[in-house]
């Protein structure tokens, strides 16, 4: 690390002197997210913010991510709003392994991720359950077709709610699994996306009152991305 306040933590994770303040805000910003939905402001949200962060671990930041922004938000939900359960729903390209890390300690927290494999961090496989078995690993290879992604997504949720009502539903939307993203090799479109965010807004309503909570995660092809967060954004908000 440099000490002008930039520098690299490694190969992917570069910072700058606002790094530290951006991803505060981010982190922030999904906790006020979880607040309001808790306490009946404003069920659902979305967290435009960078940077991402579900690769980021307790003790290191790692593949751009600098804090695991859903994760600390659902810790918050459990610990200090009391929450019973709470299920995340990852649909980013690349595993959440500093999610699973940061969660799977607490069996009150659901994990699910949908992500190409074998692909970057190089964690995910399917029979890794964590120690509470509240983890649901669902590796795909890429070039699928859209289907079959939105299908293994909805089986592993189901798996993941069968006697599991969730007080609070957040997404890890990494729209990094969009055609065409030079960091993955999904097929995704964004009408796929919305109709996996309608279908868990529907599944939250009858579990927790339609609260969701969603925040950004990669995505590298900008006007892919933007199109799809708007469309995304769109859906809970309807």
Same mark, same amino acid.
């Given at each position: 690390?440099?000490?002008?306040?930039?520098?690299?933590?490694?190969?992917?994770?570069?910072?700058?002197?606002?790094?530290?303040?951006?991803?505060?805000?981010?982190?922030?910003?999904?906790?006020?997210?979880?607040?309001?939905?808790?306490?009946?402001?404003?069920?659902?949200?979305?967290?435009?913010?960078?940077?991402?962060?579900?690769?980021?671990?307790?003790?290191?930041?790692?593949?751009?991510?600098?804090?695991?922004?859903?994760?600390?938000?659902?810790?918050?939900?459990?610990?200090?709003?009391?929450?019973?359960?709470?299920?995340?729903?990852? +649909?980013? %390209?690349?595993?959440?392994? *500093?999610?699973?890390?940061?969660?799977? =300690? $607490? &069996?009150?927290?659901?994990? #699910?991720?949908?992500?190409?494999?074998?692909?970057?961090?190089?964690?995910?496989?399917?029979?890794?359950?964590?120690?509470?078995?509240?983890? +649901?690993? %669902?590796?795909?290879?890429? *070039?699928?077709?859209?289907?079959?992604? =939105? $299908? &293994?997504?909805?089986?592993? #949720?189901?798996?993941?709610?069968?006697?599991?009502?969730?007080?609070?539903?957040?997404?890890?939307?990494?729209?990094?699994?969009?055609?065409?993203?030079?960091?993955?090799?999904?097929?995704?479109?964004?009408?796929?996306?919305?109709?996996?965010?309608?279908?868990?807004?529907?599944?939250?309503?009858?579990?927790?009152?339609?609260?969701?909570?969603?925040?950004?995660?990669?995505?590298?092809?900008?006007?892919?991305?933007?199109?799809?967060?708007?469309?995304?954004?769109?859906?809970?908000?309807?």
């Amino acid at each position: 690390m440099s000490g002008a306040g930039g520098g690299r933590f490694d190969a992917d994770t570069p910072v700058s002197e606002g790094s530290w303040d951006a991803a505060r805000a981010a982190a922030g910003s999904v906790l006020d997210a979880v607040d309001r939905a808790v306490h009946g402001d404003t069920p659902r949200s979305f967290c435009a913010v960078r940077p991402p962060g579900h690769h980021a671990v307790a003790n290191r930041a790692m593949g751009f991510c600098l804090f695991g922004s859903v994760a600390v938000g659902a810790r918050y939900a459990r610990q200090t709003l009391g929450l019973d359960r709470v299920l995340i729903v990852d +649909w980013d %390209v690349h595993h959440g392994n *500093g999610t699973q890390a940061l969660t799977e =300690g $607490d &069996a009150g927290i659901h994990f #699910v991720s949908m992500h190409q494999w074998p692909w970057y961090p190089g964690t995910g496989a399917a029979q890794d359950r964590g120690p509470h078995g509240n983890v +649901w690993n %669902v590796p795909m290879a890429a *070039g699928l077709a859209p289907r079959a992604y =939105g $299908d &293994a997504l909805r089986a592993a #949720v189901d798996a993941a709610t069968r006697g599991f009502t969730p007080d609070l539903v957040m997404i890890s939307a990494g729209f990094d699994c969009l055609a065409g993203d030079p960091l993955g090799g999904f097929t995704l479109e964004s009408e796929h996306l919305v109709d996996l965010t309608s279908w868990l807004i529907d599944r939250a309503g009858s579990w927790c009152g339609g609260r969701v909570v969603s925040a950004l995660e990669g995505g590298y092809a900008p006007d892919r991305v933007a199109t799809a967060a708007v469309a995304h954004l769109k859906a809970l908000a309807a």
